[in-house]
């Protein structure tokens, strides 16, 4: 009875694509029963229905998605109609990561740059402070900016908590214009479950691999010997152990070398020249700031989060001064490491 209701809503459903079959690739009257169905029931009873023009459809077993207005569905057998124009991704000429194998093309030639760096943390703190003031118009207390310096120089994930409207995500970002790189801003959403929603994610049907901002800002930033800052915006809308439990694990380990994500599980010959073996070295010269609001709408961080972090609370406003005019910072990593 359920097949035969499910057949009910497809035969209506064609009826409606019809209407657009110049962009959808379906010959105008084409209904379900002059077309080859495949119902399978998978994952406990889902029913997921495939239905291609003359061919197999595939089915992506669980639940019933319907892609493209209703042809072939990756993760089944075969390709319908829906399959065509998918454009398919040759291992040896092209890559699956379009924008890793841009940033790979833009450093070709790249080499690293010596900004002879020759300044003491008190006078770092006190231009960035002032640079903050003069360029940003945030103003920050000598001592919260000290505060900050000091955790970043403690770890690699910084959290900064505290009341709406006191500076956590405008200190991050004004970090990220001193030492010139503007830094990545990852919004963190409540639906954030797994590593996929920060780093992305492998389209098994067109073998392209979904790249985030994340990973990109990642990969550019194994190239240089300078700052590289991402912000956790509202980081714990979401469960920070669950999407960021592998780079909680991986900053965790003493030697930077040891410091790698697999992004994929197998290798191709077009894959970016710093993927080796499907493995990304995370590059020691980037820093994870997350925010955090404590109210209804947030999870709780957890102890094994605050373990591995360096919080601060910030809960005043900064008062306004008059600052001295300082501009953006060159800054070796290397140097101020």
């Known amino acids: 009875n359920l097949n035969e209701q499910v057949e009910e809503l497809v035969d209506e ?13 379906i010959k105008p009257g084409l209904n379900s029963s002059s077309a080859t169905r495949n119902i399978t029931t998978a994952g406990g009873g889902a029913i997921g229905v495939g239905i291609a023009t003359g061919t197999t459809g595939a089915v992506a077993g669980g639940s019933a998605r319907v892609y493209g207005g209703g042809a072939a569905i990756a993760g089944g057998a075969g390709g319908g109609s829906g399959s065509e124009g998918e454009e398919q991704v040759d291992p040896n000429t092209q890559s699956r990561f379009s924008k890793l194998t841009l940033i790979d093309q833009e450093y070709a030639k790249y080499k690293q ?3 002879h760096n020759s300044f003491t943390l008190p006078e770092f703190c006190y231009m960035f402070r002032n640079f903050a003031a003069s360029k940003l118009k945030l103003y920050y207390s000598e001592k919260m900016i000290r505060l900050f310096v000091s955790a970043i120089a403690s770890t690699k994930l910084v959290i900064l908590q505290g009341i709406s409207g006191t500076g ?3 200190i991050s970002l004004a970090w ?11 919004s963190v959403q409540p639906s954030w479950r797994d590593r996929t929603d920060i780093f992305g994610y492998l389209n098994e049907f067109t073998k392209k691999f979904n790249e985030t901002d ?5 990969y550019e930033a194994g190239y240089m ?9 509202e980081m714990n809308l979401a469960r920070v152990e669950y999407y960021f439990a592998e780079m909680l694990s991986i ?4 030697s930077t070398k040891d410091w790698k994500i697999e992004v994929v599980q197998s290798s191709w010959p077009s894959d970016p020249k710093k993927l080796i073996r499907g493995k990304l070295q995370i590059p020691p010269n980037a820093w994870y700031i997350g925010t955090i609001n404590n109210d209804d709408s947030t999870f709780m961080v957890t102890d094994k989060v605050y373990d591995r972090a360096m919080p601060i609370d910030i809960n005043e406003k900064g008062i306004a001064f008059e600052p001295d005019q300082v501009d953006a910072l060159d800054v070796n990593y290397s140097y101020l490491n």
Not at 13 to 25: C, E, H, I, V
Not at 176 to 186: M, Q, T, Y
Not at 225 to 233: A, K, Q, R
Not at 251 to 254: F, Q
């Open 176 to 186: 990220g214009n001193f030492v010139k790189h503007p830094s990545c801003v990852a």
């Open 225 to 233: 010997d300078e700052i590289f800052t991402v912000i956790l915006d």
């Open 251 to 254: 900053l965790e380990m003493h």
């Open 113 to 115: 740059k010596d900004y």
């Open 168 to 170: 956590k995500t405008s």
């Open 214 to 218: 994340f990973l990109a800002y990642l």
């Open 13 to 25: 459903k064609m009826k409606l694509l019809s209407m657009k079959a110049p962009d959808l690739g």
